[in-house]
C-alpha cells in the first residue's frame, strides 16, 4: 500500500534518457500504486495539446497503460507545463487538480502544490505568472499558429535560463512564511511540492506543533519518487539508465 508523488520530469526530446527512465517507471515501478500524483513540468514546455509531437503520444501511452491497470493518476500543472490541457489529460488517463489542492492521505490532510507559489521573493517571476494565469491571455495564445506559439515558447525558455543564472538561490527557493501561511489556510500539516529542484524532507514547528514539507527532486541526473505509506514518507531515486 503506497502512494507515489513524481514532478519536474522536463520532458524534451532532446533527452530520451529521461523519457526512457519514465516509461520504465511507470510501467514496472508504479503497478499496483494506491495512486501517482504528478505534481508539475512533466514537460519541458507545453505550446498546446494539439502539438503533435510524438514524445508526446509516447507519454500518453505510458500513463494510459498504467491508469488501465486500475492506478488513479492526478497532475497538477507546472510552471513550464501549464498549458496542459483536457484533452491531453483524457488522452493519458489523468485527472487536472488545482493548485495547490489538499488531498487526504492514509488518514492525514496533505496539501499539494507545484511549489513556484511559495517562491514569493521571486517578485519579477510571480509577476510572469499572474500574467499567464489569465484566461484571455491563454485563450489568445492557443489560437495562434503552432509554430509560432513553438517560437515563444523557445525565446521565453532562453529569456528565463540567462534571468535565472543572475538570481541568488534564496530568491529561487520557497519563502518559508509563505509556506506557513499556505499550510494555515488549508488546516494540513504535511505539504509536499516540486519546482525547486532540492529534494528533501523539513521537519519544523508550525504554530506550535510538528509540521513537515517534502521537496521533490528533478529528474536530470536520477528520477526522483516520494514513496508515501501508512507508515511513514520516503525520498527514492531511480537510474536513469
Excluded at 119 to 126: K, L, S, V
Amino acid at each position: 500500500m503506497s502512494t507515489l508523488f513524481i514532478s519536474d520530469i522536463h520532458l524534451s526530446q532532446g533527452r530520451p534518457d529521461m523519457t526512457a527512465a519514465l516509461v520504465r517507471f511507470l510501467a514496472e515501478d508504479a503497478p499496483g500504486a494506491d495512486a501517482l500524483y504528478v505534481l508539475g513540468d512533466l514537460f519541458e514546455f507545453w505550446v498546446g495539446d494539439d502539438d503533435p509531437n510524438p514524445l508526446h503520444r509516447e507519454v500518453a501511452d505510458a500513463f494510459l497503460a498504467l491508469s488501465q491497470q486500475g492506478v488513479p493518476l492526478y497532475f497538477i500543472h507546472g510552471n513550464r507545463d501549464f498549458l496542459l490541457g483536457h484533452q491531453f489529460a483524457k488522452r493519458a488517463g489523468m485527472t487536472l487538480l488545482g493548485d495547490p489542492c489538499v488531498i487526504e492521505l492514509y488518514g492525514e490532510r496533505v496539501l499539494l502544490s507545484h511549489g513556484d507559489l511559495l517562491c514569493t521573493r521571486d517578485e519579477g517571476y510571480q509577476k510572469f505568472r499572474r500574467i499567464t494565469q489569465q484566461k484571455w491571455l491563454r485563450w489568445l495564445f492557443l489560437r495562434l499558429p503552432l509554430s509560432r506559439r513553438q517560437a515563444i515558447a523557445h525565446k521565453m525558455r532562453g529569456q528565463s535560463q540567462m534571468e535565472n543564472a543572475h538570481k541568488s538561490q534564496i530568491i529561487m527557493d520557497v519563502t518559508p512564511e509563505a509556506v506557513d501561511e499556505m499550510l494555515r489556510q488549508h488546516g494540513c500539516r504535511l505539504m509536499i511540492h516540486g519546482h525547486t529542484h532540492r529534494p528533501a524532507i523539513h521537519d519544523f514547528t508550525l504554530d506550535g506543533r510538528a509540521a513537515r514539507r517534502i521537496v521533490l527532486g528533478d529528474w536530470f541526473e536520477q528520477g526522483s519518487v516520494l514513496v508515501c505509506s501508512p507508515a511513514g514518507q520516503r525520498l527514492d531515486t531511480r537510474a536513469l539508465g
